[in-house]
């Protein structure tokens, strides 16, 4: 190639690059609000397996109302003190069909529930269907309600 074309060549390569570049879509490195709720999805079953009280105020509202597949419900106070106080623990936790959708500020989480709970000294198998809400609050989630049923 000849001295003369050199600059012409560099000018089109550098034009077809930059084409390229303002064709391609824009990278963001933030999480999709799904990814995020399900993050929250794992932080609170983290802070069940381990019965950190302190991270189970943090991840739900004041108003939360929990219902367990039995038909028992508790409030916020009764279901962190239930489980920071190891009155009721889980030693395994396995979440499976998982669906996140989101609607505004809020999310609709179901998935299938399989573990081990120990209330009073007795270990029982859990196999249950959840229904959680959960509430984006300052740019976090937080749960609102959950419901098991027996599946």
Excluded: C
Aim: proline share 3%; net charge neutral.
């Amino acid at each position: 190639m000849t001295a003369r074309f050199r600059p012409m060549l560099r000018a089109a390569l550098a034009a077809g690059l930059l084409a390229g570049t303002l064709m391609m879509p824009a990278r963001s490195d933030a999480a999709s609000p799904e990814a995020e709720v399900e993050a929250a999805v794992d932080e609170l079953t983290r802070a069940i397996l381990a019965a950190d009280g302190t991270a189970l105020d943090a991840l739900v509202l004041d108003g939360l109302s929990y219902g367990h597949s039995s038909g028992a419900v508790q409030d916020k106070a009764a279901f962190v003190e239930a489980l920071a106080s190891r009155r009721s623990s889980f030693p395994s936790i396995t979440l499976s069909n998982r669906t996140a959708s989101i609607v505004g500020d809020d999310a609709i989480v179901r998935h299938v529930f399989d573990g081990e709970t120990v209330s009073n000294g007795k270990t029982v198998p859990v196999h249950i269907g959840v229904l959680q809400v959960w509430h984006r609050e300052g740019g976090r989630w937080r749960l609102l309600a959950r419901q098991a049923f027996k599946l």
